[in-house]
């Protein structure tokens, strides 16, 4: 293979794993592209550069997500300018594949935000009834050691804002891929990028819709995350508490019907009533996801014990006929199914973010069709 077949060919695989999820990191990507197609060590030389794998992630992103990607990145980026909105004292710039238009399936949407405390910006997060995280990075480069704040917001589209001191909000920081100054806009730049870009957008009426929209992922995290405190009788549930159970069954059902966001949704929600009434958990759940979810996926939840009751021999001959006639029967008992085998002490699962995230894309997905 000559030296600029090979060098595509590793490019070609580096994106594939980072397009995919496999791999989050240049260096990372393209080291293991190489071991994956080289038989000896790669010169350096030979190894293609972070532009060249980004520009095979678009490629991946085009050819995978069509015009789906187009609304998403539309969406991003009226999303961004809400945000940005009410971040204004602390003079936010939107960075990175929102701002640039290089979005793919996952992207966040970055922002830098200036401020010698982070209470004060997470102080508005919470105003606006906004689910976060705040992670401390602790980087080491060129023999200094440096900490970056990041704040994960949880919402349609995930947010990751860097904390930077109010004096650098000046500062020209440049891209790890190009080693040039990183493209980002201000709030008004943003403004003028969407009515230039997207014509069709009526900003005011946009970002009305998003302040009286509700984020039904926000309201299950709030439902899932308190449950990792529920625990259940060991005897039926050895696994522990009822956030485990959950996700080992959401990560079962993934497995099982990864295209059906209606049966993995249940299947993660089935049992989150036991957080707010353990004696009924099931009307307790539909009464708290009523308006939040699909006919089918209420319907599932609210028989999914006696499905436990079907399967037993312990239902009525009436009710065992009212279960075998609807149409959901069989993805029911499979619900059953997966609700028995998800009790497995020490089973990885994904964390709640990662299973919302998973569902949030999913519907984007499905919505494309």
Not at 39 to 62: C, H, T, Y
Not at 188 to 207: K, Q, S
């Amino acid at each position: 293979m000559s030296d600029a077949k090979l060098r595509h060919a590793i490019a070609f695989e580096a994106a594939r794993l980072m397009y995919e999820r496999e791999e989050s990191e240049y260096f990372t990507a393209k080291r293991k592209a190489a071991a994956r197609l080289c038989r000896g060590s790669v010169k350096p030389s030979d190894l293609p550069s972070n532009a060249e794998i980004r520009d095979q992630v678009q490629a991946f992103a085009r050819m995978h997500e069509g015009e789906r990607r187009t609304a998403d990145l539309r969406d991003m980026r009226l999303a961004a300018l809400w945000l940005m909105r009410r971040l204004a004292r602390f003079r936010p710039r939107l960075i990175g594949s929102v701002m640039t238009g290089h979005v793919r399936k996952g992207s966040d949407i970055d922002l830098h935000v200036f401020s010698d405390h982070l209470e004060p910006v997470t102080a508005v997060l919470e105003e606006e009834g906004l689910q976060f995280d705040v992670e401390r990075k602790h980087i080491e480069k060129h023999g200094e050691a440096r900490v970056f704040t990041h704040v994960h917001v949880h919402d349609r589209f995930p947010f990751e804002l860097t904390v930077y001191p109010d004096d650098k909000a000046h500062y020209v920081f440049k891209s790890s891929i190009t080693g040039k100054a990183i493209e980002r806009a201000s709030t008004r730049e943003l403004e003028e990028l969407i009515a230039r870009e997207h014509p069709d957008v009526r900003l005011d009426e946009a970002l009305a819709e998003r302040d009286e929209a509700v984020d039904p992922y926000q309201l299950f995290r709030l439902l899932l995350l308190p449950l990792e405190n529920v625990k259940q009788n060991p005897r039926y549930h050895p696994e522990g508490d009822v956030l485990y159970h959950l996700l080992q069954v959401f990560e079962l059902a993934r497995d099982a019907r990864p295209w059906d966001e209606e049966f993995v949704l249940a299947a993660l929600l089935h049992d989150v009533g036991k957080g707010i009434d353990p004696h009924d958990h099931v009307g307790a759940a539909l009464q708290a996801l009523d308006g939040l979810v699909t006919p089918r996926t209420a319907w599932l939840i609210e028989h999914h014990m006696l499905a436990q009751e079907y399967r037993a021999g312990t239902l009525g001959a009436r009710a065992r006929r009212r279960l075998e006639e609807s149409e959901d029967f069989d993805d029911l008992m499979l619900l059953r199914e997966l609700d028995d085998a998800g009790r497995v002490p020490g089973a990885v699962v994904p964390t709640v973010d990662e299973a919302l995230a998973f569902l949030r894309q999913l519907e984007r997905d499905n919505r494309g069709k």
